[in-house]
């Protein structure tokens, strides 16, 4: 049940990492996520359309290139395959984006940084978040809730190219299939 939790935890984490626009760069970084008062840490890796979320019990490899997610639990060697939303991924930076307001300055991770209430739209739908933005070249280094219910950041930020097997499935992994719930 906790690694299932933990699993979905991670689905939704790799969610926030696309709506904060941060595909625009190549980077490995530490991160700190909150939610519902638990903090949870892990590992981050994005190169263009491609994301890896590291966390202590689950791996999920986001490919909006082959339109797949892949959750990863790397004690049982098993893997899930799940359909790639692309309406939850802008096509460029800053895609959806209809309104960002500066709140204030801020230090994140030792760094300037300026903070922002961000507005997003996706269809009928809108959605603000705070977000903070390096003052050195605009980097999203954190995401919040307005209410603060939950937040993401990054800590030791590495620029440049990712290793591409990071972005696959490794070998000797077997995929498994969620079993149908009863009545559907």
Known sequence: MMK???AGWTVALAGIVWAAG???YDFSADMVMTHGGGKQTGKIFVSGEKARVE???TV???RADRKVVWILMPGQKTYMEMAFQPGSVPVEKDAGQIEKVLVGKDIVDGKPA???RVTYAAGKEKTSVFQWF???DGFPVKTEALDGSWSQEYRNIKR???PADLFEIPAGYSKFSMPALPGR
Request: no cysteine.
């Open 22 to 24: 941060v595909y625009a």
């Open 134 to 136: 390096l003052e050195s």
């Open 55 to 57: 966390t202590q019990d």
């Open 4 to 6: 299932t939790a933990r």
């Open 114 to 116: 300026s903070k922002y």
């Open 160 to 162: 440049g190219n990712q």
């Open 60 to 62: 999920s490899i986001s």
